[in-house]
């Protein structure tokens, strides 16, 4: 049996969208800084389909800020939202159509004092990196590792493979607070009673309706 490979390849993200959202479930992603490294285990994604897919940064074209989206697959988009948070994505399908997956939540799984120390106000683990903008801040992630190449096992950040998650565990439903049209796009995949996957929310003007509203097996 040979050894696992440090990264997840680039052919892993060569592809439809959904498939790599699907996938990158249970993954560990590590963050590496001067301070230390912090790994979580992704428990949450949502898919964003480039120029077909109303809720994506890349619907109505490139702009500086989403140009990593329409690059190599295989790489981090990170973007700045609500003038106070940093969200970060894997770019996925052939160069030029700009996918990507938006990783929600996560399980801390190593370095878990120094993830603390980025948010030293939460009580609970399962609160340390559960949403997006709290996972880079408890990873440390801001603009400077926009375009980083999730393959290189020497990068500041990379994306390795975990332990595979079967079907039955995995919840699909719509992205969270993505209104009009992408509101009946099934492309937040989760994991089943997992404590760290960050409760549902509907679009503004919207009235929230429970996870269970929502979600559905993945059959």
Do not use: K
């Amino acid at each position: 049996m040979g050894a696992q490979p440090l990264t997840l390849p680039r052919a892993f993200y060569d592809r439809p969208v959904l498939a790599v959202a699907r996938d990158l479930l249970g993954a560990l992603v590590d963050r590496r800084t001067v301070e230390g490294t912090v790994t979580l285990r992704l428990t949450e994604v949502e898919a964003y389909d480039g120029a077909a897919d109303p809720g994506s940064h890349a619907f109505r074209g490139r702009t500086p800020r989403n140009a990593t989206m329409f690059g190599p697959p295989g790489h981090l988009y990170v973007y700045f939202t609500y003038g106070m948070h940093w969200c970060m994505n894997a770019v996925c399908a052939p160069a030029g159509t700009a996918a990507a997956v938006l990783l929600r939540a996560g399980e801390v799984c190593g370095g878990r004092q120094l993830a603390r120390s980025r948010r030293p106000g939460v009580r609970a683990e399962r609160d340390l990196a559960r949403g997006p903008a709290r996972m880079t801040r408890a990873l440390g992630v801001d603009r400077s590792l926009d375009g980083t190449d999730l393959v290189d096992p020497t990068a500041p950040l990379r994306i390795r493979p975990g332990r595979p998650v079967a079907d039955d565990l995995v919840v699909v439903g719509p992205r969270t607070g993505v209104g009009g049209d992408a509101a009946a796009y099934p492309y937040r995949f989760a994991l089943l009673g997992e404590p760290t996957v960050s409760p549902y929310r509907a679009a503004a003007r919207r009235p929230s309706l429970p996870d269970s509203a929502h979600a559905r097996r993945n059959d």
